[in-house]
């Protein structure tokens, strides 16, 4: 019998994305050299800035039924969805992997688990894929190609993409609405791929960002889309993968705030602005640098450390609003203020019957 990939909606939802030119200058899962070169270089072999390799994992029973430059069918479920060139298998030392991926090797940081849990063997090769149905409709799933056409009918110019994996909190709104006084319109992308245990559903977020959308924004400003794709909580090194994303789906600006795709304590507040520095002149995205917002009491309104005079005020204890902590709240049955999450969002979640992962 010839050996056939199975693979799971997450690992579809990449190969998708390697097709549709999401994660483009990589077209297909990285060889050796190319995974060696992002990790180390922040680049392909090419020499075109790439930050997070892209491959396929395997055990050691399925590597033998493989032959390089030959080609499998990858199946989800029970279906043929497309199929496999392979021209690489390889071993990688994942503790040095995780250790330049992550900036640590430490298994309790979720993004270091899930790679060290890998399979023994990767693969690289050229994807084909037969089967666009098994894209979720529902989420309102964008190929690059849409999203950059819908901007055209909207006679957009410059465009800023932000990013989210929790439900809108008045930070997040904050954030979007400084955003907008830059560009003539905003791509919100919330991630509806692979994400921790703990983190809000993709109905969650998505059916709230509508809402605010729909709600609190001007109706020819704002464009709601999904992003399938997996969180890495890889800090800074994600926050470059997600602005080329970015660029990919026709955005000239990118959001980066406090701790963008960060987890825990690894990384530093701002980590995720400072490393755009040596990529200033060659991502050709805009980055815009924003402050971690919070409420002010004595501002009376969500600011931040750039535009708040009360922050080092001793007598004035910063609380950033964060998703951790609403999610926190919310599963310990706290009471939110108005002042941190619209009342109507919180309706909304309690009328979902998941409202976590």
């Known amino acids: 019998m010839t050996a056939e990939f199975h693979i ?23 060889d050796k050299k190319n995974f060696l070169s992002i990790v180390n270089n922040f680049k392909t072999i090419s020499g075109e800035i ?9 055990d050691n029973d399925f590597k033998k039924k493989l032959k390089l430059n030959k080609r499998f069918n990858i199946k989800l479920n029970d279906s043929i969805v497309g199929c496999i060139t392979v021209k690489d298998i390889y071993t ?33 090769g050229k994807i084909d894929l037969l089967d666009n149905k098994t894209i979720e409709k529902k989420y309102n799933y964008l190929q690059p190609i849409k999203s950059i056409e819908r901007f055209r009918r909207n006679n957009w110019k410059t465009i800023v993409g932000f990013q989210t994996r929790n439900i809108p909190h008045r930070a997040h709104e904050h954030l979007l609405r400084v955003s907008l006084e830059y560009v003539d319109g905003l791509f919100v992308q919330p991630l509806v791929g692979y994400k921790k245990s703990g983190d809000f559903s993709n109905e969650a977020v998505f059916r709230t960002y509508e809402y605010l959308i729909q709600n609190y924004f001007p109706k020819n400003k704002v464009v709601l889309g999904s992003l399938n794709s997996a969180m890495w909580y890889a800090g800074p090194r994600e926050a470059v993968f997600h602005a080329i994303i970015r660029k990919n789906y026709g955005c000239t600006h990118f ?3 406090r701790d963008h795709a960060g987890i825990g304590n690894y990384y530093g507040k701002y980590d995720s602005q400072k490393i755009f520095k040596q990529f200033k002149e060659s991502l050709n995205i805009k980055i815009l640098k924003l402050g971690g917002p919070y409420y002010c009491k004595f501002c009376d309104g969500i600011v931040s450390e750039h535009s708040c005079p009360h922050y ?40 979902l019957n998941r409202v976590f992962i």
Do not use: A, M, Q, W
């Open 312 to 351: 080092n005020n001793p007598s004035f204890k910063v609380n950033h609003i964060s998703g951790t902590d609403v999610r926190k709240s919310i599963l310990n049955n706290k009471y939110i203020s108005k002042k941190y999450v619209r009342p109507e969002i919180l309706k909304i979640l309690k009328s």
């Open 50 to 58: 790439f930050p997070i390799p892209i491959f396929l994992d395997i």
């Open 92 to 124: 990688i030392n994942k503790k040095y992997v995780s250790k330049k991926l992550f900036g640590t090797s430490d298994e309790k940081h979720v993004g270091v688990k899930n790679f060290l849990n890998k399979k023994e063997y990767f693969v690289g």
């Open 255 to 257: 959001i980066v705030g």
């Open 8 to 30: 799971n909606l997450n690992d579809y939802f990449e190969l998708k994305n390697l097709v549709s030119n999401v994660y483009y200058p990589l077209k297909e899962l990285v």
